[in-house]
């Protein structure tokens, strides 16, 4: 398996980590537009963007040290990811994203 096929298979496995990487191909955006625009709580949000961060598939915009407005961008890896998984029918709810 290749690294995007890898990548897509752990984000898949994770309704939030879906979610926020979707919405994160929209644009940058703080924890709190990431709850508006999907529903999510805080920490489901916090502990998926952690986790996306770890493996390369977003990137913190700011200082690791903020505390408040913590901005997250998709990284080329995570579009990749998310990419793959659009072709690939791995994408649960049947929608298709908006490449940025």
């Given at each position: 398996?290749?690294?995007?096929?890898?990548?897509?298979?752990?984000?898949?496995?994770?309704?939030?980590?879906?979610?926020?990487?979707?919405?994160?191909?929209?644009?940058?955006?703080?924890?709190?537009?990431?709850?508006?625009?999907?529903?999510?709580?805080?920490?489901?949000?916090?502990?998926?963007?952690?986790?996306?961060?770890?493996?390369?598939?977003?990137?913190?915009v700011v200082d690791?040290?903020?505390?408040?407005?913590?901005?997250?961008?998709?990284?080329?890896?995570?579009?990749?990811?998310?990419?793959?998984?659009?072709?690939?029918?791995?994408?649960?709810?049947?929608?298709?994203?908006?490449?940025?």
């Open positions: 398996m290749g690294q995007v096929e890898d990548d897509a298979s752990f984000v898949v496995r994770s309704p939030h980590r879906t979610m926020v990487l979707r919405r994160l191909a929209e644009g940058a955006a703080i924890p709190a537009q990431i709850r508006e625009d999907t529903g999510q709580e805080y920490s489901r949000i916090s502990e998926a963007a952690g986790t996306l961060r770890e493996r390369g598939l977003i990137d913190l690791d040290d903020t505390k408040r407005g913590r901005l997250y961008s998709i990284t080329d890896r995570g579009d990749d990811a998310l990419q793959f998984m659009d072709e690939n029918g791995m994408l649960s709810d049947g929608t298709s994203f908006e490449r940025r």
